[in-house]
């Protein structure tokens, strides 16, 4: 039977707040190896897995931080709501669609702030056969999805970088609301049938 090394970090307190599973090759996290005490956890590392389904995450509340770098996450991945998660590593995966995961983090991780994607096929950069203005396009699209971002892979967003975004992308909810709007306003005049 394979064991799971969990390691500790310095500072006790801080190490009950933080766990990490990284390295460890695996498919998926046994709930025996999870801590019973999930709600304190505020830290997850799970680089260099095998990955490709967070939905085991549920149970920690209080996630503010998850690392799942050189994984198997593609676009479609499924995530738990995490109303705290303000860091995301998601290095290194196998995410392609950018628009699909990009909806999935602007309904399951409202307060993100930081967030890499950087050596995914779906984040185009120098680093993966990207030009310059499909990894502008890319910042662009993501930084004007995801309101609270600060910094994406490894740069921060300025005021200038975001007020392009915005005029060059809706947030796709601002979009439902438009469309909602003006369903309302072609229903409130057409005339009743009675």
Sequence with gaps: M???????????????RKISYAYQGLNSI?????????HIIEHI???EN?????????????????IVDKNRINSNVKIPHFDMLHTLWINH????????????????????????MMNNPGAPSFFNGGSYQ??????????????HLIMLDDRQVSLEERQEAQRIY??????RRERHSLKSQKSSLTPNSS
């Design 2 to 16: 394979a064991t799971i090394n969990r390691k500790k970090t310095k500072n006790d307190d801080e190490s009950k």
């Design 30 to 38: 046994p709930d025996r190896f999870l801590p019973a005490d999930k």
């Design 45 to 47: 590392d799970l680089t």
């Design 50 to 66: 095998n990955l490709d389904d967070l939905r085991f995450l549920i149970d920690f509340p209080n996630l503010r931080t998850l």
């Design 93 to 116: 995966n196998q995410i392609t669609n950018l628009s699909v995961f990009i909806q999935t983090l602007v309904t399951h991780c409202p307060q993100l702030k930081y967030l890499s």
């Design 134 to 147: 499909q990894y502008v396009d890319y910042r662009h699209y993501v930084i004007s999805q995801l309101s």
């Design 170 to 175: 809706k947030p796709v909810t601002l979009v």
